[in-house]
Each structure stands twice: as structure tokens, then as C-alpha cells.
């Protein structure tokens, strides 16, 4: 199906225009494996990476639904009420979301709002009084409004779960779960992740029904775009060493990431003496200054972007030519999607990560996961202190998940 064309899937001819309006013209693998499923009604566990197409994968259905259950049974959304919930990790992905909701839905008459804390909830208590057909919202603030009573889910027929794996990361699963038990049972439930740890397969097992499952391998392809070096180098040199890079022109739009909100405030401070225009972005800055310096970031007039790994996924930003891993991950698949930021569209880019004898046991994962080597510049490692005393993990044996109600009714599959 690799010639396969967005009408070939389906699609309705208003949103078919709305995709040649954003000169989209040929679907992504995900896109053409889940898009048919989604028309269908099926329940889906979608395991998938950024930048895969899967927001629209996940979108272009749930407008087309939305929309032929207005036009054939008149359902609208009552006061206070959504017919479709969009829940993200971050305040970044919920409004990339809803631009794509937007974009996606410009020739249908549907109604969309974005919830999130960090910005005045008044605004947001306004869109919701009259109803809305899609609502996106991080699982904190949409918790708060519904307590408030200004949310009704009762009458909620779809569910997305976006970025699930984040979710555990950040302690929101509780949310998610307390979130989805105020919908009714007999919904079409969506759940996307980039990873499947345990407690993102219980959750699945959990909320989903019967569902049809969408894999697709992790971004290989992106990897192998990518220049990948790393500097072995002390904790202390790192800061002189990024302010070296930085002197390269070619180094146009970076993205450099550190493990915690203080390094990254630190490491943009002494950048900004360095007279290197920076900026960092993380979970404590308010809403409005994170939407200003990611504008900035993507309009050109700020050339270095300092961020935790809030910016490692769902961030859209074209034309970055580098991003700087200042502190590894603790994770590997995160190195994964912090690299993604590059080599976006086709284009190629640069990932520089710094290591130090402490960073050693991350970088062998990292390596591990990606089945290369990174590129050595300067001098070679220094022994691993972990190597000797390293044991090999001990694996937990898998329990059963238990089994759900039955709905009382099914969509149909489509006709061979």
C-alpha cells in the first residue's frame, strides 16, 4: 500500500481539501494503517514515536466522525459538554494539537477548545459554556474544571490518549485513569505511545476494547540522518566546550537539553554572557513566556533554545540544524526523540552529545538502542566504572490483565 493516496483511505472530500490547503499529499504509514481502522469505530493501541504523522493519523478520522454524527443523527454538544476529548502531556503538544485540529477542520462547522494550566482559566471556562465538539486538555487543569463543574464528560464519545509514555513520566497516569472512568463505557477510545512500559500496558488493557493495534518502528530512518558525535569530557568543561561550538555559523537553530530546570536556566545564563542569544524553556516557566520564546525559536530571532525534555517531544519546529544533548538522558529512548527535533521533513541535521565519566552507563544504552556507535570526537572514553560490578537484569515475571465488560454494541468491519 506504499502508493496509497489520503482519498484511497477513506477520507471526506472537505477534509481531503483541507490536506492539499496544508500540501499534504501522500500518508504516512501510520496514517494508512490507522485511519481505515479509526472510520471503522475500532478501538486502537497505536505505538509510535513524534513525527510520525500520528497526530493527524488520530485527527482526520475523529473530524470525520464528529461530523457524520452531526449530519446523519443531529448530536451536537450541550452546555458545558465535549463529544471528544484530546488529552496531552504538555501545554506545547495540547496547542499543536489544536492547530492541527484547525488545520484539519477548516471546512467543517465544529466547534474546538484547548484547556491548560498555566494561563487564566476565564477564557477557557468561556469556550466551554456553550459546548464543544473537540476539547484538548493536559489532565491537571481539565481535572480542576470539572471539579469546578464547568466540564460535563458524561456525554463523551471519543477519547485520545497522546504521548502516554510522557504521562508516566510526569505522574499523570492516576489523572488519566480518574479522567477516563468519567467517560461513558460505550465510546471509541484511542491510546498512543512511543514506548510500552508495564503500566502503560495495564492502562491499555484497562481503557481499551477489543483493540486494533498500529506498530510502527521506531524512527530508524530519522537516526540514520542524523550526524551523531559525542565529546567525552568533564562536567566542568562542558560549558566552554558548547560556547566553542557555538562559534560555527552553521550552528544556526540549536535545541540543547539538560537533565534538570536549573541546569537549563544556568547554561542559557552563561550563554547569554557569552553574548550567544539563548533562552530556556521548562515546566516552571509560565505559559506565556514559553509561548513567547518558542516563537521566538521558530521565527529565527533566537538562536539557541535551552529546554528539559519538555521540548524532546511533540515540539514542531522546522530547520533546526543541531541539537545539543548537554546532560544524557537517563533514558534511551528519550535520546530518541530529543534527536528528532533535526532532520525534520526529509532535511538532514546534527546531534552533539556530551558525556561525562559519570554519563558513561547511559551512552552504552543509548548505543544499545540505536545499534551504532556515536562518533567519537576528540579523545576516546574513559574506562566505565560500572562495567565490572554490572549485573544483568533480573526480569519480572507478567501478569494477566483482567478482563473488561462487554459493550453492547460494535462497529462493523469493513466488507473485503
Same mark, same amino acid.
Not at 471503522?40 to 509510535?48: E, H, K, N, T, V
Given at each position: ?73 443531529? *448530536? /451536537? #454538544?450541550?452546555? +458545558?459538554?465535549?463529544?471528544? @476529548?484530546?488529552?496531552? &502531556?504538555? %501545554?506545547? =503538544?495540547? $496547542? ?28 477557557? *471556562? /468561556? #469556550?466551554?459554556? +456553550?459546548?464543544?465538539?473537540? @476539547?484538548?486538555?493536559? &489532565?491537571? %487543569?481539565? =481535572?480542576? $474544571? ?271
Amino acid at each position: 500500500m506504499t502508493d496509497s493516496t489520503f482519498a484511497k483511505l477513506g477520507l471526506a472530500e472537505r477534509l481531503l481539501r483541507a490536506l492539499k490547503d496544508a500540501r499534504y499529499d501522500t500518508p504516512t504509514p501510520i496514517q494508512r494503517r490507522a485511519i481505515p481502522l479509526l472510520l471503522d469505530g475500532y478501538d486502537l493501541l497505536g505505538i509510535a514515536q513524534t513525527g510520525t504523522g500520528k497526530t493527524a493519523a488520530f485527527t482526520l478520522p475523529l473530524l470525520q466522525n464528529l461530523d457524520a454524527d452531526t449530519a446523519e443523527e443531529g *448530536i /451536537e #454538544a450541550g452546555p +458545558r459538554e465535549t463529544r471528544a @476529548l484530546i488529552l496531552a &502531556p504538555t %501545554r506545547e =503538544l495540547a $496547542l499543536q494539537i489544536s492547530e492541527s485540529v484547525e488545520t484539519y477542520g477548516r471546512h467543517l462547522s465544529l466547534r474546538q477548545a484547548v484547556i491548560m494550566g498555566g494561563v487564566s482559566q476565564r477564557p477557557q *471556562i /468561556e #469556550a466551554l459554556r +456553550r459546548g464543544v465538539d473537540i @476539547l484538548v486538555a493536559t &489532565p491537571g %487543569r481539565l =481535572l480542576d $474544571l470539572v471539579d469546578q463543574r464547568h466540564v460535563d464528560l458524561s456525554e463523551c464519545d471519543y477519547l485520545i490518549i497522546d504521548e502516554a509514555d510522557r504521562m508516566l513520566d510526569m505522574g499523570f497516569i492516576r489523572d488519566v485513569r480518574k479522567i477516563a472512568a468519567m467517560l461513558p463505557e460505550e465510546r471509541q477510545t484511542l491510546l498512543f505511545s512511543a514506548t510500552m512500559p508495564a503500566e502503560i500496558a495495564k492502562l491499555a488493557r484497562e481503557i481499551l476494547y477489543e483493540p486494533e493495534r498500529v506498530e510502527i518502528a521506531a524512527k530508524s530512518v530519522a537516526v540514520e540522518r542524523i550526524e551523531q558525535h559525542v565529546h567525552h569530557i568533564s562536567r566542568a568543561a562542558k560549558c566552554d566546550r558548547l560556547i566553542e561550538l557555538l562559534a560555527a555559523p552553521e550552528l544556526s537553530k540549536v535545541i540543547v537539553f539538560t537533565r534538570t530546570k536549573r541546569g537549563a536556566d544556568r547554561v542559557a545564563r552563561q550563554l547569554a554572557k557569552a553574548r550567544i542569544g539563548a533562552e530556556a524553556l521548562h515546566g516552571n516557566k509560565s505559559q506565556n513566556a514559553r509561548q513567547r520564546t518558542l516563537d521566538r525559536f521558530r521565527s529565527g530571532r533566537l538562536r539557541v533554545l535551552v529546554a528539559t525534555d519538555i521540548a524532546a517531544r511533540g515540539l514542531d519546529v522546522d530547520d533546526v540544524t543541531h541539537v545539543v544533548n548537554y546532560d544524557l538522558p537517563n533514558e534511551p529512548e528519550c535520546y530518541v526523540h530529543r534527536i528528532g527535533r533535526t532532520a525534520r521533513a526529509g532535511a538532514a541535521g546534527s546531534a552533539i552529545s556530551f558525556c561525562g565519566r559519570d554519563e558513561l552507563p547511559h551512552l552504552r544504552a543509548i548505543e544499545r538502542l540505536i545499534k551504532r556507535s556515536l562518533t567519537v570526537v576528540g579523545e576516546a572514553p574513559p574506562a566505565d566504572p560500572a562495567a565490572k560490578t554490572r549485573k544483568p537484569a533480573r526480569r519480572r515475571p507478567s501478569s494477566g490483565g483482567r478482563k473488561r465488560r462487554r459493550r453492547s454494541r460494535r462497529p462493523q468491519r469493513r466488507a473485503a
